[in-house]
């Protein structure tokens, strides 16, 4: 059984739902536009339970659908209504979702991160593909062209009730065959905006997080005043500061609740902490210089299993860098959170760019990711692909 790609709810085979695939008419569908967050219109969708006498092996009698609503009709999810791509319950699906406050590098870490997957994907002879027309067009427009063409930096993500929202549906890419199934990786970006407050714990539209297979949590070490004030002459500051990174963990963990998706806190732009290698005499110079320490190399693109020995120094290493950014009170909410849920957990560092941008634009050496891959394989080792 695989789960819906915008909410995430696995799909049973007990019940189904399907619309038209081009409606006589369109209205607005209360369903859907709760969990996208805004209104969406669709046509009408019919829905079908499996009767509670059916066999063991029931399945929709075939063309019910198609009777039912007069015409060509195209599976959608019966929790949330979003139109499932073609044979999505054969498949298997990783659902990620990207949660961090405002402007802590999530956006640019999705961007990068789908091309390592292509990379690496080619060296493991998968093919990694957008899996539908919508989520090549999104990552283009809003993720790739942005980043990669203009050279400039990715807009802020619009808060979920603002314009243009493009992370309320999620990027759906196919990676190839794994166990002689079908796999995909979704991942929903979110606003920093929409986790920032509080009063989204309850909101239908951020349930996915409780639903999701990891959620990769990211925290800006920038953020950080003693490494700001080190940082000062070598990296150029940063205009946009997001909020609170404990209280935006402690509203994440909340909306989390009871679900269990793997945690991966990530350490974000490490190449900013990588450039205190170079400030003389000071104690981070010290620590970022370690040249036998997992922080200080990248085998994320090597063609192996993922290296799970790796991960767990890395693990180690990165909790007590955390320590030293004086964030240990999130080190203490993730392992003994106070939803009083233990979340399979693991620290990651990474680099989406390599280098610091200058004000608007990329660093001139271009980008460099460092890592980038880490915690989506760690995920999706846990689902059993790509291992
Ligand atoms: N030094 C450095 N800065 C980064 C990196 N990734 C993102 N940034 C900066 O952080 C800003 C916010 O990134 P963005 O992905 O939009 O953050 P989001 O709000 O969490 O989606 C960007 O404008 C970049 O200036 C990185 O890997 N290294
Ligand atoms: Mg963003
Ligand atoms: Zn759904």
New binding site residues.
């Given amino acids: 059984m695989t789960k819906c790609p915008r909410c995430f709810v696995t799909l049973t085979p007990d019940q189904y739902a399907w619309t038209r695939t081009v409606p006589d008419a369109m209205e607005v569908d209360e369903i859907a536009s709760t969990y996208h967050g805004s209104a969406v219109r669709s046509g009408p969708v019919i829905e079908l339970k499996r009767p509670n006498d059916a066999e063991e092996d029931w399945a929709p009698p075939s063309g019910h659908a198609e009777k039912e609503a007069g015409g060509d009709v195209a599976e959608v999810c019966p929790e949330c209504h979003y139109r499932l791509p073609a044979g999505w319950r054969d498949a298997q699906a990783t659902c990620v979702a990207m949660a961090?406050a405002?402007?802590?590098?999530?956006?640019?870490?999705v961007a990068v991160l789908v091309k390592s997957l292509h990379l690496l994907g080619e060296r493991m002879s998968q093919m990694v593909e957008p899996a539908t027309a919508e989520t090549e067009d999104s990552y283009r427009e809003n993720y790739e062209r942005p980043l990669y063409e203009e050279r400039g930096?990715?807009e802020?993500?619009p808060a979920a009730h603002t314009g243009n929202p493009y992370q309320r549906e999620p990027l759906i890419f196919s990676i190839g065959i794994w166990n002689g199934v079908r796999q995909y990786l979704v991942i929903r970006?979110v606003a920093?905006e929409d986790l920032e407050d509080p009063k989204n714990v309850g909101a239908t539209s951020m349930q996915f997080f409780s639903r999701a297979d990891g959620v990769v949590f990211?925290f800006d070490p920038l953020r950080v005043d003693s490494v700001r004030d080190q940082l000062h002459d070598l990296?150029p500051a940063?205009e946009?500061v997001?909020g609170d990174p404990k209280s935006v963990l402690r509203t994440v963990l909340s909306i989390i609740g009871t679900g269990t998706p793997n945690l991966a806190v990530v350490l974000?732009?490490?190449?900013?902490l990588q450039a205190l290698a170079h400030v003389d005499g000071s104690e981070w110079s010290e620590i970022m210089s370690q040249r036998g320490a997992a922080y200080s190399r990248d085998p994320s693109l090597q063609n192996e299993p993922y290296n799970e020995q790796d991960g767990r120094l890395l693990h180690e290493e990165v909790r007590s860098l955390l320590d030293k950014l004086e964030a240990k009170a999130m080190a203490m909410a993730v392992e003994q959170p106070h939803t009083g849920v233990a979340l399979g957990s693991r620290y990651f560092a990474v680099?989406?760019?390599?280098?610091?941008?200058v004000g608007d634009r990329l660093h001139e050496s271009g980008i460099s990711p460092f890592r980038c891959l880490d915690p989506v394989r760690w995920v999706l080792a846990q689902q059993g692909v790509w291992v």
Avoid: C, N
């Avoid at 680099?351 to 941008?357: M, T």
């Fill in positions: 961090g405002r402007a802590t590098g999530k956006t640019v870490y930096i990715l802020p993500t970006d920093g990211m990296v940063q946009r997001g974000s732009k490490f190449d900013a680099s989406a760019l390599g280098e610091s941008p």
